[in-house]
Each structure stands twice: as structure tokens, then as C-alpha cells.
């Protein structure tokens, strides 16, 4: 009998230490389970970031994004672990460190994905100076230059090139289009695609059908002023319109038309001239020192 009274209050004590081991295990693993979680969210917000940031990258952002889920479904896949083992805290806990690895590797891709954006904002500054270095202010106002997925455009106002309605190259934008030879003739492995545009208002001449004659007409004067008067290889040219069907601006006003109606010079570099720009693109704070 007295062994009995000893026996009871001693299984009541190991039952109470036994219940509070098994709380402070549950509360170690919420506690750990919440630092996770808002790393995990840390990690969201950068990869965000990262997205709006890389505009001229929508290939390597798109894999991004499909990592991002791979590791959204890893995340949520070891999240339902963690709930059952917390539902089940006598049986075991998680591998924490899985989960630590993934979210560390995620993080590297993002500062991958950062230093990638950087060196490619630098390899466009390359690109826009070699093709503005002999405009001058005046000419830059009514030169549009910008790159896209290492594809230069140069956009001309029409006002600048041509009479309105006309498509004869006018004695003003002369200088101009010497310039862009220059570079054009620099770049001499480069393919070279000058596109019309026009606004959606018909055109209403004799010769000229329509929008599309006018831009296509447009497009060929510009590229027989680089051959015949500033001697660009011609095999290197292709003339194109698209008429009123590639709009950038809207036509409701005077202003969008203006700037619907121009012609596009496109230098496409190879791709082993490419991947040698990219060699040669500096820092980006040296980028951004140089300016325009």
C-alpha cells in the first residue's frame, strides 16, 4: 500500500514533464515555422523587386517566375508537413534545414537574377552611345534610340524626314541620316530593317493608294538615301511598311499622330557580336556617369 501511494504521485510527475517537453517542442518548431515563413515572404518581396525591375529580361524573368512557383509548391508541400507534424508533435518534427537550403538558394537566384539586369542595363548604354555619339541635342530631341533584348531601335519623327503626305527625304533631315550611316557603316555586320509608320488619318493622292504604299514608299526613300548618297551596303537593308497597324501613341489626338507617324531604323546585332558586347559593357555606375 505505501509502495502504491509512492508509485501514483510519481507517474503524475513524469505525465506533467512529459506534456511540458512536448509543448516547449511545439513551440520551439511555431516559432521556427513563423521565422521561415517570413523570410519566405522577405523572398517574395525581392523576387517582386527583382521583376518590375527587369523589363528588357522577360525571358529570364518568365523562368524566375517558374521557379518562384517550383519553389511556392516546395514551400507549401513541406508547410503541410509542418502542420502534421505539429498536429502530431509526439512522432517527430521536420527537416528544418531542407527548407533553410531551398530558401538560401532562392536567394542566391535572385542576386543572380539582379547581377544579370545590371549587366544588361550596362550592354544597353553600350548600344545607345555607339548609335547617339554623333547626334547632336538638337537631333537627339527628334531621335528616339532605346534597346530591347540587345535589338537597337532608332525612331525618326516623319516631320523631320519628310513633306507631309510626301515621301521624298527632305534636304533637312540629310545631316541626320549621315550620322546614322556612320554608325550604321561602323557596325558593318549588323542587319539593318527601316520601317514606315504612319497615323490612321487616309491619305488622299494620286500616286499613293494608301497608308501602306505611303509607309512602305517612305521606308524604301530612307533606304536608298543610305545606299546611293551615304554608301551602306544594300544587302545589308530591308525596307518595310506598316502603315497605320503598329501604332505607339493614340490617334485620337494631334500629338499621338505626330508621333505615330515616323520611320524606325532596327540594327540587329548577331549573336556572337552581341555576346562580344557584352563583354566589352562597363560597370554600371561607369554606365551611369557617361551619360548620353
Given at each position: 500500500m ?6 501514483l ?8 514533464t ?8 511545439y ?8 521565422d521561415?515563413?517570413?523570410e ?5 518581396v ?6 518590375a525591375?527587369a ?8 523562368e524566375a ?6 519553389l ?12 502534421q ?5 509526439q ?7 531542407k ?11 535572385i542576386?543572380q537574377l539582379?547581377?544579370a539586369k545590371s549587366?544588361s542595363?550596362?550592354?544597353n548604354?553600350?548600344?545607345t ?5 554623333s ?7 527628334e ?5 530591347l533584348?540587345g ?5 525618326l519623327?516623319?516631320n523631320m524626314?519628310?513633306k507631309?503626305?510626301?515621301?521624298e527625304?527632305?534636304?533637312r533631315?540629310?545631316?541626320t541620316?549621315?550620322?546614322i550611316?556612320k ?5 558593318g555586320?549588323?542587319d539593318?530593317?527601316v ?7 487616309p ?5 499613293i ?9 517612305r521606308a524604301?526613300?530612307?533606304v536608298q ?16 511598311g506598316r ?8 490617334n ?5 499622330r ?8 532596327i540594327v ?8 562580344d ?11 551611369a556617369?557617361?551619360g548620353?
Amino acid at each position: 500500500m505505501r509502495i502504491r501511494n509512492i508509485i501514483l504521485p510519481l507517474a503524475a510527475v513524469l505525465v506533467v514533464t512529459t506534456g511540458c517537453t512536448s509543448n516547449k517542442k511545439y513551440a520551439a518548431l511555431q516559432g521556427r515555422y513563423d521565422d521561415l515563413t517570413r523570410e519566405y515572404n522577405e523572398t517574395k518581396v525581392e523576387l517582386a523587386k527583382s521583376q518590375a525591375n527587369a523589363s528588357s529580361l522577360e525571358q529570364l524573368l518568365a523562368e524566375a517566375r517558374r521557379n518562384n512557383d517550383d519553389l511556392k509548391r516546395n514551400y507549401e508541400s513541406i508547410q503541410g508537413s509542418l502542420n502534421q507534424s505539429l498536429l502530431q508533435n509526439q512522432q517527430g518534427s521536420i527537416n528544418i534545414s531542407k527548407l533553410v537550403d531551398e530558401i538560401n538558394a532562392s536567394n542566391q537566384y535572385i542576386k543572380q537574377l539582379v547581377q544579370a539586369k545590371s549587366k544588361s542595363d550596362s550592354l544597353n548604354m553600350v548600344l545607345t552611345n555607339n548609335l547617339t555619339r554623333s547626334l547632336s541635342r538638337d537631333e537627339l530631341k527628334e531621335v528616339d534610340v532605346k534597346v530591347l533584348k540587345g535589338v537597337v531601335y532608332i525612331s525618326l519623327a516623319d516631320n523631320m524626314l519628310f513633306k507631309s503626305g510626301s515621301y521624298e527625304v527632305n534636304s533637312r533631315a540629310m545631316e541626320t541620316l549621315s550620322k546614322i550611316a556612320k554608325i550604321i557603316k561602323d557596325y558593318g555586320d549588323y542587319d539593318v530593317l527601316v520601317e514606315g509608320n504612319t497615323d490612321d488619318v487616309p491619305i488622299s493622292r494620286t500616286n499613293i493608294r494608301n497608308n501602306w504604299d505611303l509607309s512602305t514608299l517612305r521606308a524604301s526613300s530612307i533606304v536608298q538615301v543610305l545606299q546611293n548618297d551615304f554608301g551602306v551596303n544594300a544587302s545589308r537593308l530591308t525596307a518595310a511598311g506598316r502603315g497605320e497597324y503598329n501604332p505607339i501613341a493614340d490617334n485620337t489626338t494631334e500629338l499621338g499622330r505626330q508621333r505615330n507617324r515616323r520611320t524606325e531604323i532596327i540594327v540587329t546585332p548577331k549573336l556572337d557580336q552581341f555576346l562580344d558586347l557584352i563583354d566589352k559593357a562597363p560597370d554600371t555606375d561607369d554606365s551611369a556617369a557617361s551619360g548620353i
